[in-house]
């Protein structure tokens, strides 16, 4: 325990080193159970340079729900657990045809915002991103008012700037039983045909606008490659960003959507569904069915120990890559009516060499954010409040 306090008191005393940033939001309720909002910032800085990895994955998540809904209004038939395909349309992409870890074998948007949000799975926020855009996913999240938010490529390595303004051909189907034994015939001679009646078919897409020329660039540290240091920078420039106060912000919309200033097109049952899936444990998931050692209470969740008792629930969206580790968290304590919002950033590697061989993620990242949620929550139980929350 000493030596854990030591590196919290130690990260504390050299933020600039790990990079540390803090959004933190005290809530408290009146008698009607309406939430008010006291924020408390630590070294939040938009003009500081942290890469969010799957931080975006909740904008990612929402705005895939929101698309669908308001295609949805001409193809009523339309709804985000409809069967998808993943067709190709150029070099690098690749297609999808069916996802064995589901319950029906078949690929659905509900299913990848599942897993993007239960485990960080990049492949699942891949898909996503294909079927936003990559001007429908910035433009609608610069309307919302997320204007220093840039999402400009798939998780992938081999990822280009050009190959990230090109997105997949997406199909919808209807689960129709009389279409399927109709079309088994059919695909006697034409195997690519899905045995399903489509509902929406969208285009492959291309983003005519350049978002990359006239970026300020964004070099840090020093890059290693095959554990040979090269002399040269690491470019963050065209990889995605979103300032910690952007991530908070819109966390907070999701969680208490009568904050938001443009309302989203999510019914209830929309939000309920984001609500599950980012408060899951992979334990409860039985459609993926994960194994336990390798992904415990707290795999996706930084905040938590590793088995979370009943009575906590962790809405959540965190991401690791490149050293820098990512909380982003609405905590609940339904015993001790305790809430409150908490995100966080750090560098887990004060050497500012960019290899996976320097990144302290476990013994540093994961230890400091546990330590730093520790302290916010006994702090919020020792704080007196007029008014306990009520919770859904």
């Not at 938009?46 to 308001?70: G, Q």
């Not at 295609?71 to 999808?96: C, F, G, M, N, P």
Request: aromatic share 16%; proline share 5%; with cysteine.
């Amino acid at each position: 325990m000493m030596k854990e306090a030591g590196l919290f008191d130690s990260i504390l005393a050299h933020p600039d080193l790990y990079e540390v940033q803090i959004a933190y939001t005290e809530i408290n309720r009146n008698g009607k159970n309406e939430p008010k909002f006291k924020e408390y910032h630590y070294r939040v800085n938009n003009d500081s340079y942290f890469y969010p990895s799957m931080a975006v994955a909740l904008p990612a998540a929402v705005l895939t729900i929101e698309k669908i809904n308001n295609i949805a209004r001409e193809y009523e038939d339309l709804k985000r657990d409809s069967y998808v395909r993943i067709d190709t349309a150029y070099r690098t992409q690749t297609h999808v045809f069916s996802d064995k870890t589901s319950e029906s074998g078949k690929a659905s948007y509900s299913h990848y915002i599942k897993k993007m949000l239960l485990i960080r799975d990049k492949d699942a926020y891949n898909r996503a991103y294909e079927f936003l855009g990559q001007r429908y996913f910035n433009e609608r999240m610069h309307k919302l008012g997320y204007r220093d938010s840039w999402f400009l490529h798939r998780l992938n390595g081999d990822e280009t700037q050009e190959s990230a303004r090109h997105t997949n051909p997406v199909i919808f189907f209807r689960d129709d039983q009389k279409a399927y034994y109709r079309d088994v015939i059919y695909m006697k001679l034409w195997p690519i045909i899905i045995p399903f009646t489509p509902i929406y078919s969208q285009p492959a897409d291309y983003n005519v606008l350049d978002y990359y020329t006239g970026r300020p660039k964004i070099l840090k540290g020093n890059v290693e490659i095959n554990k040979r240091l090269i002399n040269s920078p690491m470019d963050f420039t065209y990889k995605n960003r979103m300032p910690i106060n952007e991530i908070h912000n819109f966390l907070q919309s999701i969680m208490f959507p009568q904050t938001q200033k443009i309302k989203l097109n999510l019914t209830d049952e929309d939000y309920s569904f984001l609500y599950e899936c980012m408060s899951m444990c992979p334990k409860n998931s039985k459609y993926p069915q994960y194994d336990q050692d390798e992904f415990p209470d707290n795999h996706s969740k930084y905040l938590a120990e590793e088995t979370i008792p009943d009575y906590i629930k962790i809405y959540n969206n965190s991401g690791q890559g490149f050293g820098y580790m990512l909380e982003n968290a609405y905590y609940t304590d339904t015993r001790n009516k305790v809430e409150f919002l908490l995100t966080v950033i750090i560098r887990c590697n004060k050497t500012e060499i960019f290899a996976d061989r320097y990144y302290e993620y476990e013994t540093v990242g994961r230890k400091f954010i546990n330590d730093l949620g520790k302290t916010i929550y006994n702090r919020e139980l020792s704080r007196s409040r007029k008014n306990l929350p009520i919770f859904f």
